[in-house]
């Protein structure tokens, strides 16, 4: 386990979403592929976090609590893009019950018009 | 400082990115979107064994609460709310330049990841630094002064660290971080979650009853009368 192959992994993941949000027509199919890509970039930022080192423990400063802490930015980025990715689940379903509700269909092709 | 990785964790994360990557191929290909939705949990949940893997455990904790927990829910309820989703999410036309964005896009990150020459945990020299982050990290106090409680065996020369230090204990650590140096930024998230319910409401409440309804009763009322 390197960050090589962790990175890899986030890549191929982050690879099939985007697949998932050109290929698929049903507007549900492309935020669950909208939430693998949000699911590849966490990946690389808690890899990054584990892997190399934290720039402010390598400046050759006295080392305080907070270089130390900031060992561990990937992991607050991961937790905030987290937040905001259910926030954005919840809204788009909102969304797309709306569209239901307008036009019957949850397909993107009939999404095109927005009349009203 | 020398951060080893068993064996064993190695075989952990390639499991663990096995069981991601398959369900998610099948959250892209299945055409049956309710079985799309049970493998998207699948597939976040091996995202949370991930986390844990590279020790990450409140971000593996999280992930497993909000997403295997909540907006797997939450997908699950909006295939079986919508009726006509029963007959499959057809795959559109873009199914090839999908795969080609798809190809381009790892290609290019695959590409970046190995040429890239990443500086590793080994390049920090500064014995305190390397103490908190593999023996034990304990927080003091208002001022910067760190306390380091060592974990190491007495008198062995040479201890292979794997995961120790802030990276095990890392949830208290993440903790004062979120209230002393992303304070603001942790109050705006709340900020964007009441928006994202106020949101949600104003989209999902029943439309008004205004206009469309009320205007032609008094038409009827009229017609009524003059009958």
Redesign the interface.
């Given at each position: 386990m390197t960050i090589e192959n962790v990175l890899l992994v986030s890549a191929a993941l982050f690879a099939l979403g985007a697949y998932g949000v050109v290929s698929r027509r049903s507007l549900i199919t492309v935020i669950m592929s909208l939430e693998l890509m949000f699911n590849g970039v966490v990946i690389a930022a808690v890899a990054f976090s584990r892997f190399t080192p934290a720039a402010a423990l390598m400046s050759g400063d006295p080392v305080t609590a907070e270089a130390i802490r900031s060992a561990l930015t990937g992991h607050v980025f991961a937790i905030f893009v987290t937040a905001v990715a259910a926030g954005e689940a919840a809204l788009a379903f909102a969304l797309v019950f709306a569209m239901y509700r307008a036009a019957e269909s949850v397909e993107i092709t009939d999404a095109a018009e927005m009349k009203n | 400082m020398i951060?080893e990785?068993s064996a064993l964790?190695?075989i952990a994360?390639?499991a663990a990115?096995a069981m991601?990557?398959g369900f998610?191929?099948i959250?892209?290909t299945q055409r049956d979107?309710f079985r799309?939705?049970i493998a998207?949990a699948g597939?976040?949940l091996g995202?949370g064994i991930?986390?844990f893997?590279?020790?990450?455990e409140?971000?593996g904790v999280?992930?497993i609460l909000?997403?295997v927990g909540?907006?797997s829910v939450?997908?699950a309820f909006?295939?079986m709310?919508?009726q006509?989703?029963a007959s499959g999410?057809?795959?559109?036309q873009?199914?090839i330049?999908?795969?080609a964005?798809?190809?381009l896009?790892?290609a290019a990150?695959?590409f970046t990841?190995?040429n890239t020459n990443?500086?590793?945990?080994d390049?920090?020299t500064?014995p305190?630094?390397v103490a908190?982050?593999t023996e034990g990290?304990v927080?003091v106090g208002e001022d910067?002064?760190?306390t380091v409680v060592t974990t190491a065996p007495v008198g062995s020369t040479e201890v292979v660290i794997e995961n120790d230090g802030?990276?095990v204990d890392?949830t208290s650590?993440?903790g004062?971080?979120?209230i002393?140096?992303?304070m603001l930024?942790f109050e705006i998230?709340g900020l964007?979650?009441v928006a994202?319910l106020i949101?949600?409401l104003m989209?999902?409440r029943d439309?008004p009853k205004g206009r469309d309804e009320q205007e032609p009763e008094p038409e009827a009322e009229i017609g009524g009368a003059s009958v």
């Open positions: - | 951060m990785v964790t190695t994360f390639w990115s991601t990557l998610a191929a959250v892209v979107v799309a939705a998207l597939s976040f995202v991930l986390y893997v590279l020790s990450a409140f971000v999280v992930q909000v997403y909540a907006i939450l997908m909006a295939v709310f919508i006509d989703i999410s057809r795959p559109s873009g199914r330049v999908g795969a964005v798809a190809v896009i790892f990150l695959a990841a190995y990443w500086s590793t945990m390049e920090i500064d305190v630094a908190a982050l990290y927080e910067d002064n760190i802030v990276f890392s650590a993440l004062v971080s979120l002393r140096e992303y930024a998230i964007l979650m994202t949101g949600g989209l999902m439309p």
